[in-house]
């Protein structure tokens, strides 16, 4: 079946550091992509996503392209702060409809110090 | 726009009682999941429905049940509580085009059975 890998945390950075994130992923035929993150008390929130092959997603400086040759989806941010602290989460919908959800992996916590 | 609720935020159980987890979206989406989120786990897909009168099994679907009489409300409903079911609860939805939609999360509830 489908399955996400994701590095294992926490991971701990000096505020204004380069983070990197590594997803890799197993899945059949052709999924989409997402990076998710939940603050603490919250739900999960999504980052970014990318639908197909060369894609890159992006929002509040993060960056994340959809690599099929190397069935990876990692995160970058080049300049971390630490309203960043958060758990991020690697996730996939296998191709087709969407109907049977996500499959995630099993979350990065993320520690940004001042 | 509420967007997708949840209630109640924590409840703790007895062994062997019964409950139901509230859900409510309010953005006219076709699909609706539940997951559970153990402690340094991904979530895990215990049941979602495609539309109204429409459920379907997740990954994780043994001692739950679930219902979608309305397009709005996807209550989860516990029998028989065990503390194998002690977990966070999150409820989801997105529009159901294809599987690049994004998910919307509520907030969660916490679960304790003892």
């Known amino acids: 079946g489908d399955s996400v890998t994701q590095m294992e945390g926490p991971v701990t950075l000096s505020e204004e550091a380069f983070l990197t994130i590594n997803c890799t992923y197993t899945?059949?035929?052709?999924?989409?992509l997402f990076w998710y993150v939940q603050y603490p008390g919250e739900g999960l929130q999504l980052l970014l996503k990318a639908t197909k092959a060369d894609d890159k997603g992006s929002n509040k400086g993060f960056e994340a392209t959809y690599r099929k040759e190397t069935t990876s989806f990692h995160l970058e941010k080049g300049s971390v702060q630490v309203s960043d602290s958060a758990v991020y989460f690697c996730?996939?919908?296998?191709?087709?409809?969407?109907?049977?959800?996500?499959?995630f992996g099993k979350g990065t916590h993320l520690i940004i110090q001042p | 726009n509420a967007g997708v609720t949840q209630t109640p935020k924590f409840r703790i159980l007895k062994i062997g009682q019964s409950m139901t987890l509230q859900c409510t979206q309010d953005m006219n989406h076709n699909y609706m999941y539940w997951y559970r989120q153990d402690p340094g786990m991904g979530l895990k897909l215990i049941y979602y429905s495609v539309g109204a009168g429409i459920t379907d099994k997740g990954e994780v679907p043994n001692g739950y049940n679930v219902s979608r009489s309305t397009t709005e409300d996807f209550p989860l409903r516990l029998e028989l509580a065990a503390p194998s079911q002690t977990s966070v609860y999150f409820c989801?939805?997105?529009?159901?085009?294809?599987?690049?939609?994004?998910?919307?999360f509520g907030p969660g509830t916490r679960l304790t059975v003892l």
């Open positions: 899945a059949t035929g052709y999924p989409s």
């Open positions: 989801a939805s997105s529009p159901g085009r294809d599987g690049g939609d994004t998910q919307y």
């Open positions: 996730a996939l919908s296998a191709s087709g409809g969407g109907a049977d959800g996500l499959t």
